[in-house]
Nanobody, 119 residues
Framework: QVQLVESGGGLVQAGGSLRLSCAAS????????MAWFRRAPGKERGHVAD????????SYTYSVKGRFTISRDNAKNTVYLRMNSLNPEDTAVYYC????????????WGQGTQVTVSS
């Protein structure tokens, strides 16, 4: 069973950038498709981006397209989320999640990392 630990959150001014990392352990990383979700204050948790096991395919929610980039390094068992042009609406707790390859069911979650964007 894979365990996930996020890092890289923090406080940033509007227009700034952050890179989140999610380190996986306890499983064969390339057996999992990976994703980032976020929960903003008072809102449901929502999908941000996902990447397939090889890194060949990615998808993004509309509001982050062109600003966020998801990537992975299977040799380092890590998935990343590069976030550029941040705005206050991106303020949320960001969660890393893993799904067994091809299932689209994210059963494994990290504890989350807070991202706060000030105006």
């Amino acid at each position: 069973q894979v365990q996930l630990v996020e890092s890289g959150g923090g406080l940033v001014q509007a227009g700034g950038s952050l890179r989140l990392s999610c380190a996986a352990s306890g499983g064969t990383f390339s057996n999992y498709d990976m994703a980032w979700f976020r929960r903003a204050p008072g809102k449901e948790r929502g999908h941000v981006a996902d990447i397939n096991w090889s890194g060949a395919y990615t998808s993004y929610t509309y509001s982050v397209k062109g600003r966020f980039t998801i990537s992975r390094d299977n040799a380092k068992n890590t998935v990343y989320l590069r976030m550029n042009s941040l705005n206050p609406e991106d303020t949320a707790v960001y969660y890393c999640a893993a799904a067994i390859r091809g299932t689209s069911t994210y059963n494994y979650w990290g504890q989350g990392t807070q991202v706060t964007v000030s105006s």
